[in-house]
């Protein structure tokens, strides 16, 4: 029996001028092949370059590397529903939540959808501004209502932010969102590979996109901000066990993703697919990869990847 893949979904949230649309326009160029649908509020705000557009329906964008925009308009569901059952399957759904808006809602319409899978909802700030802006009376339970959904927050703009204002940022999003993992970024320079849950890379994957030969260019900081870890275990680990280490992941686990044998069935070797991101984690049953063979990434900051810990559990 096989268990068909849901569909990953990622939520991006933050506060007008964070840099919501800049992560949206890396993310739809490094694509590498991969097909992704993005929904968003405005085509106009996202200015993608016109060589990189094929056709355009309506309220939809198709673009020459198989990813596609569609505009949300009133009615998210509606543009949900179009991805889901578009005739030529999607590798990820993105949707771009408005500046003002609670990201967690628009998450909770997405878990609603059996067909899709909530891998994370990641929250940028604006370095430069957060503090001075969460001291506004009237802006300061949105902004601190987005961080609390947040798996991952993404203190962007930090090139423009002084010592003194980057710390401020870093002291504010604490105390909104204790213990939630924390990155700084120029230019919303964030890996696609690290939230979107898309496939899992192979051992000799690139650390950045997650595949295999994706002739990227890649910016050099994303090599020195983010390391990789990967194994090849040969046992078969129960669902169970993985599911509770999931739940005490060590710190440091930004994102992990593979397919692992979890047990023998009747039919042969069960095989599930493992994601983690921020903090969230599932172990759902899956056909096997490919080539049989098990795998396993890990994506952390680099010297905070807690790679022993992780030696020791797949190594079991």
């Known amino acids: ?48 370059d016109a060589d990189l557009i094929a056709a355009t329906h309506g309220d939809t964008l198709a673009l020459t590397n198989g990813c596609v925009c569609c505009q949300i308009g009133d009615d998210l569901g509606r543009a949900l529903v179009q991805v889901i059952e578009s005739a030529t399957p999607f590798d990820a759904v993105v949707i771009e939540a408005s500046g003002v808006s609670d990201p ?72 909104a969102a204790p213990g939630t993992p924390r990155i700084e ?27 295999g030969a994706c002739g990227h260019d890649h910016a050099p ?21 993985l599911r509770a280490w999931l739940r005490a992941m060590p710190p440091g686990v930004l994102r992990l993703k593979g397919w692992l044998r979890t047990g023998d069935g009747a039919e042969g070797d069960e095989w599930s697919e493992v994601q983690f991101a921020g903090r969230h984690g599932s172990v759902r049953r899956a056909p096997p990869p490919r080539d049989a063979r098990a795998g396993v990434v890990a994506i ?17």
């Open 221 to 241: 900081d994303h090599g020195a901000m983010f390391q990789t870890w990967s194994a090849q275990p040969m046992a078969a680990i129960p669902a169970d066990t």
């Open 1 to 48: 029996m096989t268990t068909r893949r849901r569909l990953p979904l990622t939520v991006v949230g933050g506060f007008l001028g964070a840099g919501k649309t800049t992560l949206l326009n890396r993310w739809l160029r490094e694509a590498g092949g991969l097909r992704m649908a993005v929904l968003v509020n405005d085509f106009g705000a996202l200015n993608i």
């Open 104 to 175: 967690w809602r628009i998450a909770q319409i997405g878990m609603a959808a059996p067909e899709l899978s909530l891998e994370a909802v990641v929250v940028l700030v604006d370095a430069s501004a957060v503090a001075q802006q969460s001291r506004d009376a009237l802006l300061a339970d949105t902004l601190a209502r987005q961080l609390k959904s947040a798996d991952l927050v993404v203190v962007n703009k930090a090139d423009l932010a002084d010592a003194a204002a980057l710390a401020a940022a870093h002291a504010w999003a604490e105390r």
């Open 185 to 211: 970024t120029v230019q919303s320079a964030l890996p696609l590979a690290l939230l979107s849950g898309l496939p899992a890379p192979s051992a000799a994957a690139c650390g950045v996109c997650g595949t």
């Open 300 to 316: 952390g900051l680099r010297r905070q990847l807690p790679e022993e810990a992780l030696d020791r559990f797949f190594a079991r």
